[in-house]
């Protein structure tokens, strides 16, 4: 199928590893020019040098090694992609562990990070998509928004936020060919699930191994999902073909939520 994005700008949060390379990836692969930004210089141009070799000279692909979650750095990547008419926003997950272990500062920068960086930049860019008529806007949250767990307190209370909002301003954009939705990963082979694993080893003395086992088989699909079959649904939600579909939470978590609704 063709997406019919070809020739669009997209600004990519995260990009370097886990699931935001996977959306990158799949989102040059539809012809679309993309803006890496993460805070890892090394890594993010390792990662778009790998892009550039798969797509060809067709795809532009630049980086912005910068903290997205500052304003100093949504400046420099807004800068180097002023008016994308997709928007992937992503930050890492904060800390695991007990609620009563953070203090406000703990609590502020999860907030910072997982609500607020995701409304700075749409706010940014929002009201551009929908004067061009086109844009598509996914955050990258959490199943834990669906289905909250307890060693993520940090996460559950910020991403929901985040949600809560977007569910009001989703309802503005359409009638402008704009959609903004969240897309939430269950466990993917990134590193932080493997830091989630890491943290619950130490709390509960288990093997790690015996863990990672029984999370796999747990699962309906006894595996855990890959950063590029992530990649592949955030890039049907940015297509052309995506304009009714707003304001939704799209769980990808191999059937582990048992709810109907």
């Known amino acids: ?24 990836e799949a989102l040059a692969r539809e012809g679309v020019h993309v803006t890496l ?7 993010l141009e390792a990662t778009a040098n790998e892009i ?5 000279d067709k795809v532009k692909v630049q980086t912005v090694a910068t903290d997205i979650t500052t304003a100093k750095g949504r400046a420099e990547a807004l800068a180097a992609c002023p008016n994308p008419d997709i928007l992937i926003t ?19 920068a999860a907030i910072d990070a997982n609500m607020l960086t995701p409304i700075e930049l749409i706010r940014a860019t929002v009201d551009g998509m929908m004067e061009r008529g086109f844009g598509r806007i996914v955050n990258i949250t959490s199943s834990a928004v669906k289905a909250p767990i307890d060693i993520l307190a940090l996460s559950n209370g910020a991403r929901s936020g985040l949600t809560g909002f977007i569910a009001g301003l989703s309802r503005t954009t359409p009638h402008k060919n704009v959609t903004i939705n969240n897309l939430l990963p269950g466990p993917f082979e990134t590193d932080r699930l493997w830091s989630t694993f890491e943290a619950s080893a130490k709390s509960t003395g288990q093997p790690i191994d ?3 086992t029984a999370r796999r088989n747990a699962n309906p699909a006894k595996r855990f999902g890959t950063p ?6 955030c890039a049907f939600m940015c297509s052309a073909h995506a304009g009714y579909m707003t304001g939704q939470n799209i769980l990808l ?4 939520f048992p709810g109907t609704f």
């Open 90 to 108: 992503n930050a890492g997950g904060p800390p695991t562990g007990d609620f009563r272990t953070f203090d406000r500062d703990q609590w502020m």
């Open 37 to 43: 930004v993460a805070r890892n210089a090394a890594a």
């Open 228 to 233: 590029a079959e992530f990649g592949s649904v």
């Open 52 to 56: 550039r070799k798969s797509v060809g």
């Open 1 to 24: 199928m063709d997406l019919g994005i070809a020739g669009k700008h997209a600004l990519v949060c995260g990009a370097s590893k886990g699931l935001g390379r996977g959306c990158a």
């Open 210 to 212: 015996g863990l990672i």
């Open 253 to 256: 978590d191999g059937g582990a």
